[in-house]
């Protein structure tokens, strides 16, 4: 990619021109709606310059004015310059453009003859001319004219009559918060007083058959509301809140002031189409964009460098949400789980960038793993390294001195520093500074001392050859050998490459559980055997690293499996059947004991070992090891699944749901033992989606599930979120010789449509996740993806440069496969006129 594309943090200049009002006029049309804006501009005090461009593609000029005097632009593709006055004035434009058309779903497009926006980041160039940057905030009204029953913008109602509508939203924004949807939908309506006593409206719009998927997302809207008041003082500033559905959406859902739009995978469920992961996750996402209204639209980012300010928060903010509301410790668990499958794949690869990034092509490229669940974990470690009470003076200092405001990342670090009077200078390097850091540990006991002397090393990053030292927040604890805490969880704070700390007065050598609820995203080296691995299984008070030592013995047997042929360890075996079979601990906690490490991470393991991964042979590891484990287990299993069937009608709540999952994952290995009898039970016997799905997983797997397949189409063949799983599971349940076959078969389907970004994803986000499958060694699954790939750019490019991360390890594997991959890579690169979001994505996987 030329470096004349990037643009950079460092070249940030403040908006010439600020605006006070937009006033915003669409008359609907699929091929062509005309936008006319009204908008208020006046000089910026803090800029120099008085050179007036703004913002504009795919736009048809129609006309063009300022303060009522015609005018003629300079139009480029990007946007237009004008001769504008040092003073304030009023520019006046109409546009046409192409919603029907619009496939790459920015902008305002249309979705199932419904029309919707998507604005953030760069989307409102599409629609009109403006400066189409966060820093600029105006209040914003808006006219819509359609011939259609249900027309929404932001902010309030004002007026409105027969195939027209008026809003007015008081709360300057920025453009990328901006939002229009008309279409027949109905309204699920509900209400939330406020702490303050204030009556707010609630909506969830949907098309006319999803009216009965509603009921659970308003729950959690109103849970999240209220939340955030008990927990960040945080009350709704509008008399209404509205959320829509839209079945075609490139990612998870936008939180548009006072008219969330949803990926209706995110909002809709009901318990016969939706899971119990469906459910958690659905109600996390509310909260996500429900909690966005104070950080990110009350408190914006001043560009879109500082993406993580407002990113990394919410993403912090929801998961102590759904910590609160479920389990603190499985919620914690799987957000680690999610990190090192996602994010430390991404920081130890080629797609390497800090969690705010100083430069980029396209903005779009940087809705990443870094920027979200890193950025959170830098939220969480700087709660954890100033105390709780520090954290919440700090926030509400930081809501009232930047309430209105575009603020960076600096601003944030400010609030905490003028808080606590501590110097942050170090700790932005977890802001500025790429790659996950390595933490090295040993240990020494002599005269009733106990040492830990850590060691921190970065590796080098794209661009970042040198790394400094980290702050680094260790959450420690030390329990004897018979299991009793003598020393309770301290964070030590670890400032320089080499430190060491002591424990004094210890009778005898502790047991040290080290990085306790992973207070900090780092990869620990511990030289610790299976031995103490499985004592702390069994004993450590602290569950997340419970499981984490049992996940690292399951790592080391599954090492010594693979590379030197070893047998399953019977020790891995017993103490994983100790806590299986411990009814006192919590069913979802037992749940994620029981599960293995993704083959993913086994593969990255083995890469940072010096060992070059063979997905073959991590999968017949993986295998031989569940095999293994139900062998093991084969007298507990059917007491197990039939101790924790959950009788009664069903509720996706944590109890109730936790444990499903431990029935479902003893039902897997189960399935090894019976021939899927049970499955095939469990799936005749379903009531919710939950159970089918899980028994039809389990017979897909163990090549029992045709007649089930064929099956859950016909019942399910009206609902497009539940015939999304059942392409995605046909994938996933794949052995790995069938995957890319499977695949492929299935983008011949009937139902398949590569527009629909839900539907290319359950098909090739199951391949790019099907690791055997995916790099089957004749290079097979690379070249489907690619030819893929390749059609959908010029439809969605933003969705076709998200999938092709899925190529971002190819460095890991053998020659052979290196080889396949890179050409794969260097063909999708050829492709004439590639969009620059592929383009700069692959170019950076190559480079
Ligand atoms: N801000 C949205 C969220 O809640 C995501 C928007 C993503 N948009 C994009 N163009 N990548 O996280
Ligand atoms: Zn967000």
Redo the contacts with the bound molecule.
């Keep these: 990619m030329p470096d004349s594309q990037k643009i950079y943090l460092k070249d940030y200049t403040p908006p010439a021109y600020l605006v006070d009002t937009v006033h915003l006029t669409f008359k609907l049309s699929p091929n062509a709606t005309r936008v006319n804006s009204k908008i208020r501009f006046r000089p910026n005090p803090d800029s120099d310059s008085r050179d007036f461009f703004v913002h504009g593609e795919h736009l048809t000029l129609i006309r063009a004015a300022i303060d009522g005097q015609e005018c003629s632009p300079v139009v480029t593709d990007k946007g237009l310059t004008a001769q504008a006055p040092d003073a304030p004035f009023t520019w006046e434009a109409e546009v046409e453009i192409n919603p029907q058309d619009n496939t790459a779903l920015?902008g305002l497009y249309m979705s199932n003859g419904m029309y919707c926006t998507?604005c953030?980041?760069e989307?409102f160039r599409r629609i009109t001319y403006y400066p189409d940057r966060p820093d600029v905030m105006a209040t914003f009204t808006v006219r819509i004219e359609g011939d259609l029953p249900v027309l929404l913008s932001n902010g309030n109602p004002t007026a409105s009559g027969d195939g027209w509508a008026e809003w007015h939203d008081p709360w300057p924004k920025p453009s990328y918060l901006f939002a229009l949807v008309a279409g027949d939908l109905r309204n699920h309506p509900d209400s939330f007083t406020t702490k303050s006593g204030r009556k707010v409206d609630l909506n969830i719009w949907v098309r006319p058959d999803d009216i009965d998927k509603c009921a659970f997302g308003m729950e959690a809207l109103k849970k999240s509301m209220k939340w955030d008041e008990d927990v960040y003082g945080r009350e709704y500033d509008l008399d209404l809140f509205n959320i829509v559905a839209v079945d075609d959406f490139?990612?998870?859902?936008?939180?548009n002031k006072g008219l969330n739009i949803f990926n209706s995978s995110c909002v809709l469920a009901s318990p016969e189409t939706a899971t119990d992961a469906n459910f958690e996750r659905i109600e996390a996402i509310i909260a996500?964009?429900y909690f966005?209204n104070w950080t990110?639209n009350r408190i914006t980012c001043r560009d879109w460098f500082q993406l993580c300010l407002k990113?990394g928060l919410?993403v912090y903010r929801d998961s102590q949400f759904t910590s609160d509301v479920r389990s603190r410790a499985v919620k914690r668990i799987s957000d680690v789980d999610g990190l090192r499958a996602v994010q430390f794949r991404e920081d130890n690869g080629p797609l390497a960038h800090p969690v705010r990034p100083d430069s980029f092509v396209e903005i779009?490229n940087f809705?990443t793993a870094t920027v979200?669940e890193k950025g959170a974990e830098v939220v969480g470690m700087l709660k954890r390294l100033v105390g709780d009470d520090a954290y919440a003076q700090a926030l509400d200092l930081y809501f009232e001195r930047h309430d209105g405001q575009a603020v960076t990342i600096e601003d944030w670090l400010k609030v905490f520093e003028d808080t606590t009077g501590r110097d942050l200078g170090q700790f932005m390097r977890w802001y500025s500074q790429a790659g996950t850091p390595r933490l090295t540990v040993t240990d020494d006991f002599k005269d009733s001392t106990y040492t830990l002397n850590f060691k921190q090393y970065t590796p080098p990053t794209p661009g970042q050859d040198v790394k400094q030292p980290q702050v680094i927040p260790i959450a420690v604890g030390l329990l004897t050998p018979n299991g009793d805490e003598v020393q309770e969880t301290v964070v030590l704070e670890m400032t320089k490459p080499e430190q060491s700390f002591e424990f004094k007065g210890l009778s005898s050598r502790p047991v040290p559980s080290i990085l306790r609820e992973f207070s900090a995203p780092v990869i620990l080296e511990q030289d610790t055997d299976n031995e103490t691995r499985a004592f702390l299984m069994a004993h450590d008070t602290d569950p997340f690293n419970r499981r984490e030592s049992g996940n690292a013995l399951a790592r080391d047997v599954l090492r010594r499996m693979i590379t030197d042929g070893a047998a399953p360890d019977p020790m891995y075996l017993e103490a994983k059947a100790k806590i299986l079979t411990d009814e006192a601990l919590d069913p979802a906690f037992r749940a994620l004991v029981m599960s293995l490490p993704t083959q993913e991470e086994l593969a990255q393991m083995l890469f940072d070992t010096g060992h070059t991964p063979d997905p073959e042979a991590i999968f017949n590891a993986t295998q031989t090891l569940a095999q293994a484990s139900a062998e093991r287990l084969k007298q507990d299993l059917p007491r197990i699944y039939a101790a924790h069937q959950v009788k009664g009608p069903y509720s996706p709540d944590a109890g109730p749901a936790g444990h499903r999952v431990l029935a479902n994952s003893a039902l897997w290995l189960l399935s090894r033992l019976d021939g899927c009898k049970q499955a095939q039970a469990q799936y005749d016997a379903a009531d919710n989606m939950t159970q089918q799905i899980s028994a039809l997983g389990c017979l897909q797997y163990f090549d029992h599930g045709a007649d089930a397949t064929q099956a859950f189409y016909d019942q399910w063949r009206h609902d497009r979120l539940v015939i999304d799983k059942w392409f995605a599971m046909q994938v996933s349940n794949t052995r790995p010789d069938q995957t890319v076959a499977t695949a492929q078969a299935l983008t011949e389907h009937a139902d398949f449509d590569m527009k629909n970004p839900n539907r290319f994803r359950a098909v090739f986000g199951a391949l790019a996740w099907h690791h055997a499958g995916f790099h089957q060694a004749d290079g097979a699954g690379y070249r489907l993806l690619a030819d893929w790939l390749i059609k959908l750019d010029p439809v969605n490019p933003?969705t076709t440069a998200r999938m092709s991360t899925a190529f971002q390890s190819w460095r890991r594997y053998d020659e052979g496969r290196q080889a396949l991959m890179r050409a794969e890579l260097e063909r999708i690169m050829s492709t004439p006129d590639l969009s620059g979001d592929t383009g700069e994505m692959v170019g950076r996987i190559l480079e």
């Design positions: 920015e998507q953030e980041a989307g490139n990612m998870g859902a936008m939180e996500h964009e966005h990110g990113e919410t779009n809705y979200y933003q």
